[in-house]
């Protein structure tokens, strides 16, 4: 007697697949593995390869240009910052969010907005009101000093992003069992023992997911940081996305290699960073 196939619809699965794998070939394998191989090289346009300099382009990037250096510095230290403060508000707000409060869906839908809206738009918008204060204030713009564009920064990827993790979050907070707080209460756990011991332990999926889009967001940022500062003042807000960018377009030809080999050594760092944090983090939630 011939055997059923258990899950015939696994035969149709080459069918589903192959039009988004070509895809994925064509327009992002291919271009990346160019990408590589013309950071060993000294070219003008992707047809128009002059040379091949080995590890010239990558040893130019940290020894020659002191811009990528203090890039990834800054970078590295707004991320921090970032992931901390994004993740911190974001919890808080989806605490007090999941308490039943009267129009908790508007203000849901108000917190999440900002995400909506593009980067350019949010930096132009971010600096005209930063540069309204601070002149006001001080007499001052956000070109002046190297900590108004940073903290500036901060305040923009905090305003943009606190909304969207705010909505990861409620959803790890409301997939919590009622029954498994209420044993707490009962067992006279306070407030902050059921918040440490049950909340935080069991939104560990979601503390996962919002630490890794923060984290990429927040090395990836390149609109934002070219509306609000444009690495002003003297390029020392320059993130590495923009310094990338500005390596490339606004350098002579001689420079095009160097910025193929910053944009390799930037994936290499977001890859490498994104994979241990979701190691660590994914580790503590097979431990809980």
């Not at 921090?80 to 508000?89: L, M, W, Y």
């Not at 001052?140 to 606190?162: A, C, H, M, P, R």
Request: charged share 15%; with cysteine; glycine share 6%.
């Amino acid at each position: 007697m011939r055997r059923k196939d258990k899950n015939p619809i696994s035969k149709y699965f080459p069918i589903f697949v192959l039009p988004t794998l070509i895809c994925f070939i064509l327009f992002f394998a291919v271009p990346f593995l160019m990408g590589i191989g013309l950071s060993f090289t000294k070219f003008t346009t992707v047809t128009d390869i002059r040379e091949f300099v080995g590890l010239k382009n990558y040893i130019k990037a940290f020894t020659v240009d002191n811009e990528f250096v203090h890039a990834l510095g800054f970078t590295s230290l707004f991320t921090i910052v970032s992931i901390i403060t994004v993740n911190i508000f974001a919890f808080a707000l989806a605490l007090l969010l999941t308490r039943g409060l009267k129009g908790t869906n508007l203000f849901r839908s108000v917190f999440f907005m900002p995400n909506l809206i593009g980067g350019i738009v949010l930096g132009y918008i971010w600096n005209l009101l930063i540069n309204g204060v601070l002149l006001h204030f001080l007499g001052e713009d956000i070109s002046f000093k190297t900590e108004y564009g940073f903290w500036g920064l901060v305040i923009l990827t905090n305003w943009q992003l606190i909304g969207y993790m705010m909505v990861i979050y409620i959803a790890g907070l409301q997939n919590i069992p009622g029954d498994l707080i209420e044993a707490a209460q009962i067992d006279g756990a306070s407030p902050l023992k059921i918040l440490f011991k049950v909340k935080i332990p069991m939104v560990m999926p979601s503390i996962t997911i919002c630490m890794f889009l923060t984290l990429s967001n927040s090395f990836k940022m390149f609109d934002q940081n070219l509306a609000l500062t444009a690495g002003a003042p003297e390029k020392t807000t320059e993130m590495l996305a923009l310094n990338i960018y500005q390596t490339f377009y606004n350098r002579n030809a001689n420079w095009h290699g160097v910025a193929q080999a910053k944009a390799v050594v930037f994936f290499i760092i977001v890859a490498l960073i994104a994979f241990i944090q979701l190691k660590i983090t994914s580790k503590k939630e097979i431990e809980q």
